[in-house]
């Protein structure tokens, strides 16, 4: 299958800082991208789309200010938690898709812990 | 809304075979998953099933659909411990967009 990686896989950070994560696929060109967020013992709740070239499509009650989305490339995907607090601190996973109606394929996931 | 339920834990013996159930309530899925994560790491799609279908064997996995009821359930044959997972079942479903909405995720627990 598509394998799609994370980076970092996780990262400590100062509230109030911001921290970048990537989403690569590796080896297939993404035309979608979707970014996750995962509680402890929780199922992933979906927070935004992103189409290559386009702005993301945020899902309802995730504020787009603090969570940046570029999809600058048909392989990259990066979401930047600003000004960071520790009730953001989760587990980030992003998928990759060939286009919309097509499987995703899921990323090992970014653990983010905000001190 | 759309909605995924599945029971949270589920513990059976090495060699068994465990039964993971899931609910779903859109009538319009077009696709339902199974999906495997283990602990600190992402999703591993483990097989699927088409909404026009009842059944779909690959090895040890066994999976049914019943529409009618809206009940998918996922059957690992000769239980490992390296099974011990959690597991989640999410329906692809048109709401506005094609979405794939999860359950919270079924906790496999195999004692050797």
């Known amino acids: 299958g598509a394998v799609v990686s994370q980076h970092p896989s996780w990262v400590i950070c100062k509230s109030g800082t911001s921290v970048k994560i990537e989403c690569r696929s590796l080896?297939?060109?993404?035309?979608?991208m979707f970014w996750y967020r995962q509680f402890p013992k929780q199922s992933l709740m979906l927070m935004a789309t992103?189409?290559?070239?386009?702005?993301?499509?945020?899902e309802q009650g995730v504020e787009k200010d603090k969570f940046l989305i570029n999809h600058a490339s048909l392989t990259l995907s990066t979401l930047t938690v600003t000004s960071a607090h520790p009730e953001d601190s989760s587990f980030y996973i992003c998928?990759?898709?060939?286009?919309?109606?097509?499987?995703?394929?899921f990323g090992p996931g970014t653990r983010l812990t905000v001190l | 809304g759309e909605d995924v339920e599945q029971s949270l834990f589920l513990s059976v013996r090495e060699g068994d075979s465990s039964v993971i159930n899931c609910t779903y309530t859109?009538?319009?899925?077009?696709?339902l998953y199974w999906y495997k994560q283990e602990p600190g790491a992402g999703l591993q799609l483990l097989t699927y099933?088409?909404?026009?279908?009842d059944m779909k064997q690959d090895q040890r996995l066994t999976v049914l659909l019943n529409k009618k009821d809206k009940h998918l359930s996922l059957r690992i044959a000769d239980t490992q411990t390296g099974d011990s997972a959690i597991y989640f079942c999410a329906e692809r479903a048109w709401t506005g967009g094609f979405k794939t909405i999860f359950g919270a995720g079924t906790r496999l627990f195999v004692k050797a």
């Open positions: 099933i088409f909404s026009n279908m």
């Open positions: 859109d009538s319009s899925s077009t696709y």
């Open positions: 992103s189409n290559e070239g386009s702005k993301a499509t945020y």
């Open positions: 080896d297939f060109q993404a035309t979608t």
């Open positions: 998928s990759a898709s060939q286009d919309l109606d097509n499987e995703q394929f």
